[in-house]
């Protein structure tokens, strides 16, 4: 065990970055738990000790927990928010109401200690609010000892007991987290089922359980030659327990989190990916299962090379892949997915819930706030990886020309209904469940395809991996993002930020007359915004005698120009024009000289611009 709690060190500390600037801070956490689960009862007791490391300059006199089981009882926040929401989650609809004592989830706090001194609390639903007996000062470290007995609730949303697959325990959000103190203070966000916040840290967690189960977890499992059956599956030889319960030791480093979970039927595949990332297949073997999960560790060896190469390197020594849950939720090191899905279902929600490993728990921003960065940005690294492995022919299905066109057409029905809210608005508090999920995954990933359009793939592939690079192990805001496009292009930014995620102004252009029918050297071109939100266009001429042009026409606040996008425009002459002055509503170019007619014109050749009304995109000379 030394060996390897040495090589857990030398691996991730490896990782660790310097700060993006001096005023940068973050704070730090060291967990180590014990847990003693009574699976008759569905209730575990825990010893929790927290190490917190105060690197804010602010004093802090007191702290907040999340009790995120307390959520699944009757008259919850979870309960009464999605009572009254238009567009009730069918995974919650109106069955927390109906929970029974024994399928309720809780937390009782039965001590909780500032070194050797009591903390008075408060419990407000979700959230615990501890008074500290000390103030917790800049620069220091405490540790605070917490003594709890929780229920496991009927599995409802994402975490708890007994899934519809028949999946004993699913154990996400299950111990006493302490929220995360940043910049921006103290985030004590009551849990309604949506997204998170946590600080980094360190984890050690004894998992205390029946002998006859089996168990996958975030983190390095430290004890293999001592669990139970499951691992035989990796040609271990593993002796039969002593006494009814056996402990499960878990070492996890650098995370933001720490999920488990467990089932007398899990079987575990490994496989070693083509880097040495350790891949783990936890899952419930049966007809539904076998064939689909045995296919998948090679697909998903094929798939964590592409992003790699792609998002930056994959720092852990290993994932798994959990059956679990109620879809597809990620964590740190480890998914919980439901299983019983088709082969293209399967691989399509490994891929995404492990691309939350960059956009999330490597680049972990606040979710709760910039959900569009979680989700809209692992939707983008997820389309990409699914047909890169459509492209290599280890997954059918069509390759795509666009692989991000259904994200657009998402937004823009949205955009057309009416109920759009601006990305900046805190994911508890849309007004509908359809302008959280559609805003946060397709607008979120058009943000950053159009970031993409705006810069030119080369330049953008460049600053992608800076953004990996500087921000890694942190929590960067979308500020920090743009800078990161700036400083990689050479562009001014801020307005594009502004204009998508601040508000939900629309973009909308049209060819709006073309002069000499179309005839050239004499012909003049008017392009009219018609939309609020300016934006750089590419437009390609076609000819009558098939030969085909682009007259880049870049926008004024941007102060730059990209380059020719080769891989969207081979061999095809680029012009660049004049800065579109972005309170003009039109304007107006001259075709060079030439001796064909035009055929059409096209102002969103690459379907890259998100313009909410394609209808007029496209002007034909007939």
């Known amino acids: 065990m030394k060996n390897i709690v040495i090589l857990l060190f030398v691996c991730y500390t490896s990782y660790l970055a310097a700060q993006p600037s001096a005023s940068y801070w973050q704070q ?6 014990d847990i003693d689960v009574d699976v008759k009862k569905n209730q575990f007791t825990g010893i929790q000790e927290l190490e917190y490391t105060n690197n804010s300059p602010d004093t802090l006199n007191r702290v907040f927990y999340h009790l995120y089981y307390n959520a699944f009882q009757p008259g919850s926040v979870m309960d009464e928010r999605n009572k009254y929401l238009p567009d009730v989650d069918p995974r919650v609809g109106d069955r927390i109401p109906k929970l029974r004592k024994k399928e309720i989830g809780f937390h009782d706090i ?38 709890f007995l929780s229920q496991i609730p009927l599995q409802i949303r994402r975490t708890g007991r ?10 996400s959000q299950w111990y006493p ?31 205390t359980i029946d002998k006859s189960y089996v168990l996958g977890a975030t983190g390095v499992l430290l004890n293999y030659n001592e669990v139970g059956k499951g691992y035989q599956a990796i040609d271990l030889i593993v002796p039969e327990p002593e006494g009814d319960k056996i402990t499960w030791q878990y070492k996890a480093e650098n995370v933001i989190d720490f999920v488990w979970a467990a089932d007398p039927d899990y079987v575990v595949k490994m496989k070693k990916a083509y880097d040495g990332t350790r891949m783990y297949f936890v899952y419930q073997p049966g007809e539904e299962t076998n064939e689909n999960w045995s296919l998948l560790p090679n697909i998903m060896d094929e798939a964590l090379q592409f992003m790699n190469k792609r998002y930056g390197k994959y720092p852990y020594p290993q994932y798994s892949f959990i059956q679990g849950g109620d879809g597809g939720m990620e964590y740190p ?29 490597m680049l972990a921003t606040n979710e709760a706030l910039y959900p569009w960065m979680d989700e809209g940005f692992t939707t983008f690294g997820t389309n990409e990886t699914m047909n890169y492995l459509r492209t290599k022919g280890v997954l059918k299905g069509e390759v795509q020309e666009n692989e991000h066109a259904r994200s657009y057409l998402s937004y823009g029905n949205l955009a057309n209904s009416g109920q759009e809210e601006a990305l900046s608005t805190h994911s508890d508090h849309y007004m509908t469940n359809t302008a959280y999920g559609i805003g946060s995954y397709s607008k979120g990933n058009v943000f950053l395809n159009q970031v993409e359009y705006i810069l030119g793939e080369e330049v953008f592939a460049k600053a992608l991996h800076r953004y990996f690079n500087e921000w890694k192990f942190k929590h960067p805001t979308p500020k920090d993002f743009i ?7 050479g562009f001014v930014l801020d307005w594009y930020l502004e204009y998508f995620v601040y508000t939900t102004k629309q973009i909308d252009y049209t060819i709006s007359s073309v002069s000499n029918k179309g005839l050239i050297p004499k012909a003049e071109v008017t392009v009219q915004r018609i939309g609020e939100m300016p934006m750089p266009l590419d437009v390609l001429v076609e000819y009558t005698d098939g030969s085909k042009e682009i007259y880049y026409i870049p926008l004024d606040i941007m102060r730059g120009e990209k380059s020719q996008d080769s891989s969207l425009y081979p061999d095809l002459a680029y012009n660049v024009l004049q800065d579109w002055n972005w309170v003009n509503k039109e304007y107006v170019f001259k075709l060079k000289k030439g001796k064909n007619k035009i055929k059409s014109i096209d102002i969103n050749p690459s379907m890259k611009l998100a313009d909410i009304n394609p209808d007029n995109n496209i002007f034909e000379n007939n």
């Open 162 to 171: 007994d899934n519809k697959e028949g999946v004993r325990y699913s154990m």
């Open 483 to 489: 800078r990161i496009m700036e400083k990689e292009s």
């Open 333 to 361: 090191m480890a998914t919980l997915i439901t299983g019983n899905r088709n082969l293209g279902s399967l691989v399509g929600v490994s891929v995404h819930e492990w691309m939350h490993s960059w956009y999330q728990f």
């Open 110 to 147: 039965k001590s909780l200690k500032l070194g050797k001194k009591t903390v008075t609390f408060n419990v407000n639903g979700t959230i615990l609010e501890c008074f500290l007996p000390n103030p917790i000062l800049p620069g220091e470290t405490v540790t605070l000892r917490m003594e």
């Open 177 to 207: 987290k302490i929220c995360e103190y940043d910049a921006e203070g103290w985030h004590p966000n009551p849990y309604i089922g949506r997204e998170f916040h946590s600080p980094w840290g360190d984890f050690e967690v004894n998992i």
């Open 28 to 33: 730090e956490v060291q967990y180590k738990m």
